[in-house]
């Protein structure tokens, strides 16, 4: 099971930006482990959770340098940004 919508392109660079845990509300957003992973693709603008093996081989970043990383990525191809600039 996972939770977001999932990039499907492979040739999209994806990072990891909770690996085994998770912020939730529910517990006041402290570090809680999980067997689910965040994962967002920094060409797409998707994040999702999932527990994929896959995840072993991404590299960790944290979830402010993803979204400078998206930010940057995304000024390059005229979509709009998440945040106003």
């Not at 990039?7 to 930006?17: E, F, L, N, S």
């Not at 999702?48 to 995304?74: K, N, Q």
Request: proline share 2%; glycine share 8%.
């Amino acid at each position: 099971m996972s939770g977001g919508l999932a990039c499907r392109d492979k040739k999209h660079q994806w990072v990891v930006t909770a690996r085994e845990c998770n912020y939730s509300a529910f517990n006041g957003y402290h570090w809680t482990p999980s067997a689910y992973s965040e994962v967002w693709c920094l060409d797409c603008r998707r994040h999702w959770r999932t527990r994929a093996r896959y995840v072993i081989g991404l590299e960790d970043m944290s979830i402010v340098a993803a979204h400078d990383e998206r930010e940057a990525r995304m000024a390059g191809t005229g979509k709009q940004p998440l945040r106003a600039q």
